[in-house]
């Protein structure tokens, strides 16, 4: 059962396939068949050497998993190392040097606010580095300015210490505030007038120092 | 070349990983009795000169098949010869190799409508909706998927079955009637608006 439409369909594929001329070329057939057979051998090669040397890097690895053993016991250390005597406490690995928490004799630069110890058995303790001044600086003494918190001891390489942040010092002062005593270099300190900002600079040391 | 008669292969998931599956499944299950062919044909012997046979017989006819289907009568001689000398190398496994050719010409004309829409970063043929040229109708069956344009070929101009066609197109004679209805409806709709 066809309408016009399938047999206006038909008429037309027949056309069409009529105007295909076609020339057999069992020749040409061989022949690529042929160049495929022997593209196919230096492929098969490089496959074979590929798989050589995967496997020779699975067996070496397996190898250095497997001889000791150690491997994966290194990797699944903790990351932290606990100094002796002192339980919990934890810094940085191969960190030898001296501590800037107050546990110990020397200057305490740090106020331990809370310690928190987690369900896991991570033991969190923080400190407060003392309101804008270096530790324990007695209130008559020569704090050094907000800004300028010269770490306590020298931070040891590659241990993890607490980086001071430093503010920008003034970088320009108005010559008709400050008594043509003014400067205008970087980090230098007004010697008398006030500062462009009004009030008194980071910068300027306290009255009696 | 060793008997390798009763061999019954199916390389669908090789080759849908390969190249988008131009190759053709092997048709036909385990025979309960020795093929007509005989064990003894292959590339050699008596089973070349077969071949050479089945080549001469059925290569026009695939062309201009292939000619429809991929509309370009530049392309479907290469992709009917690619498509012989895979057959070449599986001849003594194929048990009924005309289905098999045509079904192999069937995928390697989808794979080249794949490769030519990558290659102009167009989608499928069916998204352009622009005017009709001169020849309509061939305008219309271009614009159609390709799998409803294989069936509508399949059935209009070499005039299989639904169970063939199914086998071409690996799915069901049920699909097919369904491929085949919505691609009349799609060709009407476009010729006669």
């Excluded at chain 1, 037309?12 to 001329?21: G, K, N, P, S, Y």
């Excluded at chain 2, 070499?158 to 085949?180: F, H, K, M, N, Q």
Aim: glycine fraction near 12%.
């Amino acid at each position: 059962m066809s309408d016009a439409f399938e047999d206006r369909l038909r008429a037309h594929l027949a056309a069409t396939a009529d105007r295909v001329t076609v020339d057999p070329d069992p020749d040409a057939l061989m022949e690529r068949s042929g160049g495929r057979s022997a593209r196919r051998g230096p492929l098969a090669g490089g496959v074979v050497a590929l798989a050589v040397i995967v496997l020779g890097a699975g067996v070496l690895v397996g190898v250095n998993l497997g001889g000791t053993g150690s491997t994966a016991a290194r990797r699944a250390a903790p990351s932290t190392t606990t100094l002796p005597g002192r339980a919990g406490a934890s810094v940085a690995p191969g960190y030898s040097g001296p501590s800037t928490q107050p546990s110990g004799g020397g200057p305490m630069p740090y106020t331990l606010v809370f310690t928190r110890t987690t369900a896991s058995g991570v033991t969190i303790r923080a400190y407060a580095s003392g309101g804008g001044t270096s530790g324990d600086c007695p209130p008559a003494a020569a704090c050094p300015p907000v800004g300028i918190v010269p770490a306590p001891v020298p931070c040891p390489k590659g241990a993890m210490c607490a980086v001071p942040s430093v503010s920008p010092p003034a970088q320009s002062v108005s010559p008709a505030q400050t008594g043509g005593s003014g400067s205008t270099g970087a980090g230098t300190m007004p010697t008398g007038g006030q500062a462009a900002a009004g009030g008194q600079s980071p910068l300027v040391p306290p009255p009696d120092a | 070349m060793g008997r390798l008669g009763y061999i019954v292969e199916d390389e669908r998931g090789a080759r849908a990983g390969a190249d988008g599956g131009d190759g053709a499944d092997v048709v036909g299950a385990v025979p309960p009795t020795p093929p007509a062919r005989g064990s003894d044909e292959g590339p050699s012997g008596t089973g070349a000169a077969s071949f050479t046979a089945f080549y001469a017989d059925h290569y026009p006819d695939l062309v201009r098949l292939a000619t429809l289907l991929s509309g370009s009568a530049d392309t479907a001689p290469d992709l009917v010869q690619d498509c012989f000398v895979r057959l070449h190398g599986r001849w003594t496994a194929v048990q009924d190799p005309l289905p098999y050719a045509r079904r192999s010409v069937v995928n390697a004309c989808a794979s080249h409508h794949r490769r030519v829409a990558r290659g102009r970063r167009l989608p499928t043929p069916e998204a352009p909706d622009s005017e009709l040229g001169a020849d309509e109708l061939e305008d219309a069956l271009a614009r159609l998927p390709a799998r409803q344009r294989a069936a509508v070929v399949l059935r209009y101009y070499s005039d299989l079955p639904d169970a063939d066609i199914a086998r071409a197109l690996r799915c069901r004679p049920g699909t097919v009637r369904s491929l085949i209805h919505r691609a009349l409806k799609d060709l009407r709709e476009r010729i006669e608006p």
